[in-house]
């Protein structure tokens, strides 16, 4: 199975291919900085787990951007900036639902876990960079109540 950046590569030449240029380029900077996470720490292929930590980080700035074009009313600007969403999205691993999270807390609180550090750190082992944490502590808090 091809990694998450073997697979943000693979479209990154395609979308040079397909003269898709804001596609090439976000690509291009996103495949760049994700591979140095590997290559820095002991030149090694960066985890799909640290290739989404990479995107998220790339998401927050496009939502800042989204925020400021459209209160600045700038049409084309949010346009770009939309479109750049959209694309770091569909690399993005499904999140944990809070079904999901529920009973994870519900099975660690029935093994004795009972203070919310220690849930937060298994349900980061277990979900990694999917799981939502403002949700999830909210989850976590109703338990402990």
Do not use: C, H, W
């Not at 003269?19 to 290559?39: C, D, N």
């Not at 479109?83 to 807390?105: F, G, S």
């Amino acid at each position: 199975m091809m990694s998450l950046l073997e697979q943000i590569k693979k479209d990154q030449f395609e979308a040079r291919k397909n003269k898709e240029s804001l596609k090439a380029v976000l690509l291009t900077t996103l495949f760049a900085e994700a591979s140095m996470i590997g290559k820095n720490a002991g030149n090694r292929d960066t985890t799909d787990d640290e290739t989404t930590k990479v995107i998220q980080k790339f998401l927050k700035g496009v939502n800042e951007t989204i925020e400021f074009v459209t209160k600045a009313n700038n049409a084309e600007a949010l346009a770009a900036a939309q479109a750049e969403k959209a694309i770091l999205e569909a690399y993005l691993p499904k999140m944990a639902t809070a079904d999901e999270i529920e009973k994870a807390v519900g099975d660690l609180v029935a093994e004795g876990v009972n203070s919310m550090g220690a849930i937060m750190k298994a349900l980061k082992e277990k979900f990694g960079s999917t799981l939502d944490g403002k949700l999830a502590s909210k989850v976590v808090g109703a338990a402990l109540a």
